[in-house]
């Protein structure tokens, strides 16, 4: 299965952030875990490289919407949720991002 993107589910990783593990969000008898490190598109890698977590979580908070209308967040909700959900990342993440194999030109037209 093709890697996407932790950030904004996209295809098309070119890095992976080294992290701990961390508790990403809990109740409702729901925990959810980030395990590992997380992987980042070309697009989000460069905001983080940017260091524009405002634009990072506007990106996220859109193709989640996007991806999982059935959640019923509004825009606000969503990025509410990810700003808090990428806080802890940044938090627990270790070192600089590793490159991700360059796609193939495959790889790289499977879109949409
Ligand atoms: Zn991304």
Redesign the pocket.
């Known amino acids: 299965m093709e890697p996407i993107?932790d950030?904004?589910?996209?295809p098309g990783v070119v890095s992976m952030y080294p992290a701990h593990n961390f508790i990403g969000y809990q109740g409702e008898g729901i925990v959810g875990e980030s395990v590992g490190g997380w992987a980042?598109?070309r697009?989000?890698?460069g905001l983080i490289a940017a260091g524009d977590r405002a634009g990072l979580t506007a990106?996220?908070a859109s193709?989640l919407l996007a991806n999982q209308p059935e959640m019923g967040l509004t825009l606000g909700e969503a990025v509410a949720v990810l700003a808090e959900l990428h806080a802890k990342f940044f938090a627990h993440r270790i070192g600089p991002p590793a490159a991700m194999p360059v796609p193939t030109a495959a790889t790289a037209s499977h879109r949409g």
């Open positions: 993107c950030f904004c589910s996209e980042a598109c697009t989000c890698h990106r996220s193709t």
